[in-house]
């Protein structure tokens, strides 16, 4: 099993070197240069060209890759090309709100979804599957950004209850900004529980079918104990890996929710990095956004082999 | 109903300087429907309401910034920037609300005939937030970062005209230019130039001499002003804390607004405006026809443009009213076929308004003996609703008997390959810091800006004479003229100019409409107070 995992976080490592690689050729092919995109209408031929020179934008491509990477490696994410400001100070309290808003809707939404989707399985074909199903189908097939603005109308303009904007700030308490995120932890956790919730379900009444299950079936279980105990043990693998992806989601996907609730977080850093064609930025956020997907991923793969038997004993 | 209570609520400030009868304070209290004593109270609440007061925390949200954004004066594009420069620094001119340069850091200045020579004087007794005294080479020094060699400065272009510049003496500066410009001054108060002392270059903790401190900045999030306490404006300053709040989209502003987390926003839609206007606790601000230009422009030069007549007969064909009815909900002003804005002291006011008229559009589409079908190029890359701006043009110009094609450009790249480019297209053109600037910029033979190809020497000349003519009344006579020939013969159909609206909540005062940019000069952290 060892062997295994390993194996897993070599290869996480691999994929996340290839992803040093395409975050790179794709800044590179950006439209337009990060010299004249910064110096606007007041560039004339003279800035330009020392511009890049400042910028070392003459010197060949894999020159700078190989030594962005090694920077990278050691911490070091450079300044950026707009403000002169140093990356990582800048992207390591953003990357924390980023992590403290998709953490506190996991921790709504998965236990909901789970819950729910085992509910749905032990009840599948009734009025409590069905109105699951359809309560977060719903919540999924409307824009993240409707949910948000119905919150917000809702809950902020009407009853006051909660703030409109989000904005954290470092000075703030915890249980204070537990209270000015709750909208759109909220808004997240509509959005990614219909996928988890039906993959529960989906995954449950497929091992149902299996001779085992019939098995305990006719040595007399009741239906929901055969489900906890011999079903969603077996079924954990798809599971899991569907909240790794959810999780995935809530940290690279919410620049909109950001956006509509003022939250400094590193989507929204990246997207004013795009617009302005701030390289050291777009590099930074997209080394982040790559690794979370892979370490998310790869903890995933070790937790499917950690709770499948098969794996577990083989050597 | 809701239109008088929200006039009655920008009326109240002007109350204290005097801008408003008590007599007309009432009469339009008693439209409302208050009695006669409840409008007097008010009004005389409205006059102790107009003194400023001190204190409270006054909190902005804003659109215009990004995580990118920096306070050194180098870098600035957009509001918040500008905003938070204001409250730090100190300009060198300042404008009143008509737009008019009044002294800032340079306290007054002269010119010599012909517009060459300026001396400044530099305003005595000044501190920076570091103790320091300000003095000539502070100024040397703040104009300096905008124009050496290497710098990246958007105001570089404008400074260019500065042949030498010395001191003089620690209160005085002179500047002599490459050539005669009696608007000098005005280009003296762009939102670059910003006074900051001689040798800084610590942009993350600034030194000025504004009403206030930078507490805390976090690009793109939020910026926390303290006051300094010994301004040396008086009655301006007046907050304790001001925190300048990131929010770039216009639903979250118009909330955070509604639910009282922010006591000012810019840039509210107009198609959601009326329904705030009910709302008493708010007091909606609306500066008319000094945002953008909207402008089909045309090229003289390209085969079928370069007839006259076919020029007249796109002009008289655009339904203006129509369109700032139906795609600005009514929130933009006409434009006359030129750039210049009503708030401009040298805008004609005795060129009437060209209004929709099918049959004269009709009549010169005729006269210019061109048949066939015109291609206008447009897209969202130009501004937002250029396309939809485009079809009811379309639909104008069918009633008067012409085909418009509407051809929809790609928004990205649209300003490198389809503008200067397409012989007709949509364009937008932002406020320029004066009339000279306007002419040279837009319509001036030597522009690489001139979109419409209008290059006309006679024109030419007469923005010259203009340029270094100090008699006022000659001068305004010469750009009324330009103002003709552009609208007569150009190459540009502008049909509107939008209007900026702020939102502010009723007890903040001191807001005002101002000829150069929102939120009064987007000043309002320390020209407001609270009630």
Same mark, same amino acid.
């Given at each position: 099993?060892? /062997? *295994? #995992?390993? %194996?897993?976080?070599?290869? @996480?490592?691999?994929?996340?070197? !290839? +992803?040093? &690689?395409? $975050? =790179? ?68 309290? /953003? *990357? #924390?709100? %980023?992590?403290?808003?998709? @953490?506190?809707?996991?921790?709504? !939404? +998965?236990? &909901?979804? $789970? =819950? ?72 997240? %956790? ?126 | ?531």
């Amino acid at each position: 099993m060892l /062997r *295994l #995992i390993l %194996t897993r976080i070599f290869l @996480g490592c691999l994929t996340l070197f !290839a +992803v040093t &690689i395409l $975050i =790179f050729a794709a800044t590179e092919i950006l439209p337009g240069d990060v010299a004249s995109a910064i110096l606007g209408q007041g560039a004339t031929p003279e800035t330009l060209a020392a511009f890049r020179i400042e910028l070392g934008l003459n010197r060949p491509a894999y020159v700078r890759y190989f030594e962005w990477l090694s920077n990278a490696l050691q911490g070091d994410l450079g300044t950026a090309l707009t403000n002169k400001r140093e990356v990582l100070a800048t992207i390591t309290p /953003r *990357l #924390i709100n %980023t992590l403290f808003l998709a @953490g506190y809707a996991a921790v709504i !939404a +998965v236990p &909901i979804a $789970i =819950f729910l989707g085992i509910v749905a399985a032990i009840n599948e074909g009734k009025w409590i599957d069905r109105a699951a199903n359809i309560v977060s189908l719903g919540a999924i097939s409307v824009p993240e950004f409707f949910i948000a603005y119905i919150l917000i109308f809702v809950f902020a303009t009407n009853l006051g209850w909660f703030p409109s904007l989000s904005t954290v700030y470092s000075d703030m308490g915890f249980w204070q900004k537990i209270h000015v995120v709750a909208l759109p932890s909220i808004t997240l %956790t509509m959005l990614v529980t219909a996928h988890m919730l039906r993959m529960t379900r989906a995954s449950v009444l497929a091992i149902m079918s299996q001779p085992y299950i019939e098995m305990a079936f006719l040595k007399g279980l009741p239906r929901n104990q055969v489900i906890l105990h011999h079903a969603l043990p077996n079924a954990a693998a798809p599971i899991i890996s569907v909240i790794a992806l959810n999780l995935a989601y809530l940290i690279v996907g919410v620049v909109v929710i950001e956006v509509v609730f003022v939250y400094p977080g590193v989507g929204q850093y990246m997207v004013d990095g795009v617009s302005k064609r701030d390289l050291p930025v777009i590099q930074a956020c997209a080394l982040v956004f790559g690794g979370a997907f892979v370490l998310l991923n790869t903890v995933a793969d070790i937790l499917i082999i950690m709770v499948n038997p098969l794996l577990r004993n083989s050597r | 109903m809701e239109d008088y209570s929200n006039k009655l609520k920008q009326l109240e400030p002007l109350v204290a300087t005097s801008g408003v009868s008590r007599r007309d304070f009432i009469q339009l209290a008693m439209m409302t429907g208050l009695s006669v004593t409840a409008a007097g109270s008010m009004f005389s609440k409205a006059v102790a309401a107009g003194t400023p007061k001190k204190g409270g925390t006054f909190r902005m949200g804003m659109e215009g910034g990004s995580a990118t954004d920096s306070l050194d004066p180098r870098t600035y594009a957009d509001s918040v920037m500008i905003a938070a420069s204001l409250a730090v620094y100190n300009g060198m001119v300042e404008f009143d609300n008509a737009g008019n340069p009044t002294g800032e850091l340079l306290e007054s200045w002269e010119a010599k005939p012909g517009a060459v020579e300026w001396i400044f004087n530099v305003r005595q007794g000044i501190k920076f937030s570091n103790g320091k005294t300000l003095d000539a080479d502070d100024i040397l020094y703040s104009i300096g970062i905008h124009r050496s060699g290497d710098t990246k400065s958007p105001a570089k272009g404008i400074l260019a005209q500065i042949a030498n510049i010395k001191a003089i003496s620690p209160s005085q500066i002179a500047i002599t230019l490459s050539g005669g410009n009696a608007d000098f001054p005005v280009i003296m108060g762009d939102y670059h130039l910003v006074v900051v002392p001689n040798g800084f270059t610590d942009w993350e903790n600034p030194i000025g001499t504004g009403g206030y401190t930078l507490a805390s900045f976090e690009p793109g999030v939020r910026l926390v002003f303290k006051n300094r306490g010994d301004y040396w404006k008086e009655g301006r300053a007046n907050f304790d804390t001001v925190e300048l709040l990131n929010i770039q989209d216009v639903a979250a502003r118009t909330a955070a607004l509604q639910s009282g987390q922010v006591d000012a926003v810019n840039r509210l839609d107009a198609r959601t405006v009326d329904l705030m206007k009910r709302n008493k606790d708010l007091n909606i601000l609306r500066t008319k026809g000094t945002g953008n230009r909207f402008c089909f422009v045309s090229r003289v030069t390209s085969p079928g443009f370069s007839n006259k007549d076919l020029r007249l007969a796109l002009k008289w064909g655009i339904d203006r009213e129509k369109i700032i009815e139906s795609v600005y909900s009514g929130y933009a002003v006409p434009g006359n076929d030129h750039t210049l804005d009503a708030y401009n002291p040298y805008y004609n006011t005795d060129m009437p308004q060209r209004k929709y008229d099918p049959d004269k559009a009709a009549y010169h589409f005729k006269k210019s003996g061109l048949n066939g079908e015109i291609t206008l190029s447009t897209s969202e890359g130009a501004w937002g609703s250029a396309v939809d701006c485009a079809q009811l043009y379309q639909e104008s110009m069918a009633k008067a008997g012409i085909t418009l094609n509407v051809k929809k450009e790609s928004a990205d790249g649209y300003w490198s390959n389809v503008w200067l480019k397409e012989p007709f297209c949509a364009v937008y053109w932002a406020r320029r810091l004066s009339a000279d600037q306007t002419f040279t910029q837009v319509y001036g033979s030597g522009s690489d800006w001139n979109d419409s190809d209008w290059r006309v020497p006679a024109f030419d000349k007469l923005v010259e004479a203009a340029r270094v003519e100090l008699d006022e009344e000659k001068r305004k006579a010469q750009y009324f003229e330009c103002q003709e020939m552009i609208a007569e013969d150009g190459g540009m159909v502008c049909f509107g100019i939008t209007d900026y609206l702020d939102g502010y909540s009723s007890k903040v005062m001191g807001t005002q409409a101002h000829a150069r940019y929102d939120m009064n000069d987007l000043r309002i952290a320390e020209k407001g107070w609270f009630a």
